[in-house]
């Protein structure tokens, strides 16, 4: 087995120890990879040992704003993943920085250390001509990729859910708290959740071959569910019934102005801007085979995931029953 181990290719995945991240380590362990987790801050990432053998998984530290630092990480490695994502600024944590710059840096250096092999994770509404910077640097992080590295797969997921997600366990957190929940936009945007796993089986299938060479890809699941059709499964799921607040763009804006200075502010001015727009696999996707299904992986659904990690917001949490009241 050590020996196996010791023969099998290395992949260097940066924002290994984030939420697609430690999903991704996972599948990329299971199929038998050794894996260099490049991170900020390795002290935290050392739970992802655990996820293979010994001496399989080893986090180390990288900037992605610093050019040795990242050549550092991708010494040795026979392919490179770039998971780096944010969903707000931080002080120099900024979304061109990160998500343009950052990206660009990556495969700019892996490019120059021979490394052909490489898959960005981006996400459905990346957009030159969008007025959000999230989605004008994920595009700008796109082409970067792919002028250091034409063959590199580009991935772009649509809002991903998972254990640890950041949309339905908010949203189910502010039900238990709070007796209305906001319909931004009126709840007419579309989405279609793709489940956390199969984004990270899409990775695997890259590395393995299995995508054409250059191709960018829309990773959604089986479902596309409106906003107001997502919290009605959040209410389902957490047997918490809310009344809804109808909110149009224009005052959502004015109300994420107020608090998205806040310390993990609940809404950015930039992230209504995105729900102005459906966040589903475009037709092109499907008519030219570039979604999660031309990769062989069947999607998990909504309904066969989420309320098995929702249960925790019921009222009387994992001993709820359909006979439980509602609250």
Same mark, same amino acid.
């Given at each position: ?52 053998? &010994?001496?399989? $998984? ?22 490179? &993943? ?15 920085? &990160? ?6 840096? $990556? ?46 797969? $580009? ?48 990775? &695997? ?10 191709? $960018? ?111």
């Amino acid at each position: 087995m050590a020996r196996a181990l010791e023969d099998s290719k290395l992949v260097t995945v940066f924002g290994g120890s984030g939420f697609i991240g430690r999903h991704t380590v996972w599948a990329l362990a299971q199929a038998g990879y050794r894996i260099r987790v490049a991170v900020r801050r390795p002290e935290l990432a050392g739970f992802l040992r655990s996820y293979g053998l &010994v001496g399989q $998984i080893h986090p180390i530290q990288a900037n992605v704003r610093d050019d040795e630092s990242v050549r550092r990480a991708i010494v040795g490695a026979d392919a490179v &993943v770039n998971l780096v994502g944010i969903l707000a600024p931080t002080g120099k944590q900024t979304f061109r920085a &990160v998500q343009a710059e950052g990206a660009g840096r $990556i495969a700019r250096v892996a490019a120059e250390s021979g490394i052909t092999d490489f898959v960005h994770v981006s996400a459905i509404g990346a957009d030159h001509n969008s007025n959000s910077r999230y989605a004008r640097t994920k595009a700008e992080g796109e082409d970067a990729v792919l002028q250091a590295i034409p063959s590199a797969v $580009i991935l772009r997921p649509s809002i991903v859910f998972g254990p640890e997600d950041e949309f339905f366990n908010r949203f189910a957190e502010m039900a238990r708290f709070s007796p209305v929940l906001p319909l931004i936009g009126f709840g007419k945007t579309k989405f279609q959740p793709v489940y956390v796993g199969d984004v990270a089986q899409a990775v &695997v299938a890259a590395l393995e071959g299995k995508a054409k060479p250059g191709a $960018i890809y829309e990773l959604g699941g089986p479902h596309v569910y409106s906003f107001k059709e997502v919290l009605d499964k959040i209410g389902e799921y957490t047997m918490r019934k809310r009344a809804y607040i109808p909110i149009p763009f224009s005052i959502a804006t004015i109300q994420a102005a107020l608090v998205q200075w806040l310390p993990n502010a609940p809404l950015t001015v930039d992230q209504v801007r995105l729900l102005r727009k459906d966040n589903v696999v475009s037709q092109r996707a499907k008519d030219e085979g570039l979604t999660l299904e031309s990769l062989g992986i069947e999607p998990h659904s909504v309904e066969a995931i989420v309320p098995d990690y929702l249960w925790r917001f019921r009222p009387s949490g994992e001993f709820a029953t359909d006979e439980t009241p509602e609250v």
